[in-house]
Nanobody, 126 residues
């Protein structure tokens, strides 16, 4: 059974940093694609960054250079380091896992991945 549990969200001032963590159980972590998505009020869920089981990464263009996704295979965890945060980064951030390339690309929004965590709120104040 797959379970994804996020932690690390919170309130931060613009320009600050946060690191999100996702604890994953099940074979999806070792064999599938893992990603971070976000959803702001009134907006569609969108890809932030994704990583394959082999460590290849994909970032949404607006997050490239500010956010870094990584994985610790020994701990079954995926991380999202977020720097230079902006108020427009305010959203619920979801850990996701999927077997197909859709989860890596995020092209199908909330249907891109097979498994989702419960989400963690990130609020960036100006």
């Amino acid at each position: 059974q797959v379970q994804l549990v996020e932690s690390g969200g919170g309130l931060v001032q613009a320009g600050g940093s946060l690191r999100l963590s996702c604890a994953a159980s099940g074979s999806i972590f070792s064999s599938g694609n893992m990603g971070w998505y976000r959803q702001a009020p009134g907006k569609q869920r969108e890809l932030v960054a994704a990583i394959t089981s082999g460590g290849r990464t994909n970032y949404a263009p607006s997050m490239q250079g500010r956010f870094t996704i990584s994985r610790d295979n020994a701990k079954n965890r995926v991380y999202l380091q977020m720097n230079s945060l902006k108020p427009e980064d305010t959203a619920v951030y979801y850990c996701a896992g999927g077997w197909s390339q859709w989860c890596l690309s995020g092209l199908d929004g909330a249907r891109s991945c097979d498994y989702w965590g419960q989400g963690t709120q990130v609020t960036v104040s100006s």
